[in-house]
């Protein structure tokens, strides 16, 4: 099935860091959504992002809605340990329901 | 404030066999979409009801079924199970066909 390309695959990183990681497309998309997801549980919703070149910031976390509306970026600032696990992207296009997840990035990290 | 709730958490079948899977939406929400996650995988949309309509279904064959009751909890069933069937399936719910989705913790199906 469609899934969307993420960069980084997965990261080590050391507690404290920051991180950066985004998401591209192929295709224009209207709404972007970023999901953490732990093992054995569902996505979880981080945020949302409507409109090109919004920025939007929910606690450590900031995201980004590319100008091209093909990518978005995710940074988690000061990074702990509780933010190890599978970070996801999600667009939507305009006139359809369907959102198309990436491939995900799985972070871990370093006490 | 219940979030959505998936039942049942785990499941085994036999290849050949039917499942029904259910989802309750979180409160406020009318809109229920079902997602497939493969091991290692990013969910795959496999259809949304809304108003208790199919309305829009991804590439998956018609053995998969849904409905939506008029309370917004939904089903999801699958026929002729095969081995490639075994996933994590998400129910995910929103305020709308293209808000936000907010997901279940899944349903985890092994097809033996």
């Known amino acids: 099935g469609q899934q969307l390309n993420q960069s980084p695959q997965s990261m080590f990183i050391q507690e404290g860091e920051d991180v950066s990681m985004n998401c591209t497309s192929s295709s224009i998309f209207n709404t972007w959504l970023w999901y953490k997801q732990d093992p054995g549980e569902g996505p979880v919703l981080l945020i949302a992002?409507?409109?090109?070149?919004e920025l939007t910031s929910n606690g450590r976390l900031t995201a980004q809605f590319g100008i091209t509306r093909k990518d978005s970026f995710l940074n988690i600032s000061a990074s702990i340990p509780s933010d190890v696990g599978i970070y996801f992207c999600a667009g939507v296009t305009s006139g359809t329901y369907k959102y198309i997840f990436g491939t995900g990035t799985r972070l871990k990290v370093l006490a | 404030d219940a979030g959505v709730t998936q039942s049942p958490t785990h499941l085994i079948k036999t290849r050949g066999q039917q499942v029904t899977l259910r989802c309750s939406p979180k409160s406020g929400h009318d809109t229920v979409s079902w997602y497939q996650q493969a091991l290692g995988q990013g969910p795959q949309f496999i259809f949304q009801?809304?108003?208790?309509?199919?309305?829009q279904r991804g590439n998956f064959p018609d053995r998969f079924s849904g409905h939506q009751f008029p309370n917004y909890s939904s089903e999801l069933n699958v026929n002729a199970l095969l081995l490639g069937d075994s996933a994590l399936y998400l129910c995910?719910?929103?305020?709308?066909?293209?808000?936000?989705?907010?997901f279940g913790n899944g349903t985890r199906l092994t097809v033996t």
């Open positions: 995910a719910s929103s305020h709308g066909p293209n808000s936000p989705l907010h």
């Open positions: 992002l409507y409109k090109a070149g």
């Open positions: 009801y809304y108003e208790e309509e199919e309305r």
